[in-house]
């Protein structure tokens, strides 16, 4: 089942085509590995699947729904649909149990019986910090995390959403071996729970182990489209890699 997808999706930034009418489909249970060289569109694809830039045409679904002018940031969560930022993106100042209580807060309509809902966010809270290891760090400053650290935190915001489409902007991105074992493990639990998980990643070898779908980006360009195995080793795709 295809949760979501785009059609000629296109977003310019004055002369650079970022996306330039790229159609891509996120099915359910499984993972959808995003891949091209730097500069080729995949975290402007995902800034415009959850809002953060508005699209310049072409249209997104969500099951067959047509999203009109496209997502809106305010919209995101309630379309089922969570993302982790390539640059993390945490509140330095709160702990680490309050940048997971913030996002479980946020999207309930009842924020302001927050007190008479704690056990049952608190709950929730332990179980995702627990997940990427960092419940005994949680009265910790986010900002006195290490940088894996804080990149796990960031992944369990993410988590924590209780989502249908889960956007990862290279979540292993800078990880120790260990962390990207913990990383790995919710990758695959989210698809064997039914996710559409999508997985924007440079190392070709984590792609071949978790991707059961793989699209290339070159130039704002679908340019490949298929099994990691089989895509990987087209040569106009080690091209687009290499001849940079
Ligand atoms: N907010 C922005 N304003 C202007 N140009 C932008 C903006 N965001 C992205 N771009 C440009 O759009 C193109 C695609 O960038 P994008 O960040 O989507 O690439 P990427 O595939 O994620 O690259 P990387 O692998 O380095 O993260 C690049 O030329 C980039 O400079
Ligand atoms: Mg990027």
């Known amino acids: 089942m295809t949760l979501l997808r785009t059609k000629r999706l296109t ?46 045409g072409g249209h997104v679904l969500i099951g067959d729904s047509v999203v009109p002018d496209g997502v809106r940031s305010s919209d995101v969560s309630a379309y089922g649909i969570t993302r982790t930022f390539q640059s993390v993106r945490l509140i330095g100042q709160m702990s680490v149990l309050d940048n997971i209580l913030l996002v479980l807060t946020e999207r309930t309509v009842w924020g302001a019986l927050f007190e008479r809902h704690g056990a049952f966010h608190l709950d929730s809270a332990q179980k995702t910090l627990t997940e990427v290891g960092l419940w005994e760090k949680r009265h910790e400053l986010a900002e006195n995390l290490s940088f894996g650290q804080r990149k796990l935190l960031e992944i369990a915001r993410a988590i924590s959403m209780n989502a249908s489409v889960y956007l990862f902007d290279e979540p292993f991105a800078g990880l120790f071996p260990e962390m990207r074992t913990v990383v790995s493990r919710i990758l695959r639990r989210l698809r064997d729970q039914g996710a559409a998980v999508v997985l924007v990643e440079h190392d070709m070898e984590l792609i071949r182990d978790l991707a059961d779908h793989c699209y290339v980006l070159d130039s704002g360009k679908v340019i490949a489209s298929g099994k990691p195995a089989d895509v990987l080793r087209e040569p106009h795709v080690v ?6």
Do not use: C, R
């Not at 091209?239 to 940079?244: F, N, P, R, T, V």
């Open 11 to 56: 977003k310019h930034f004055g002369g650079v085509h970022a996306l330039d009418g790229v159609d891509l489909s996120f099915e359910a249970g499984a993972v959808t590995a995003l891949v091209g060289p730097n500069g080729s569109g995949k975290s402007t694809l995902i800034n415009v699947l959850t809002g953060f830039v508005p699209m310049d």
């Open 239 to 244: 091209e687009a890699y290499l001849g940079k």
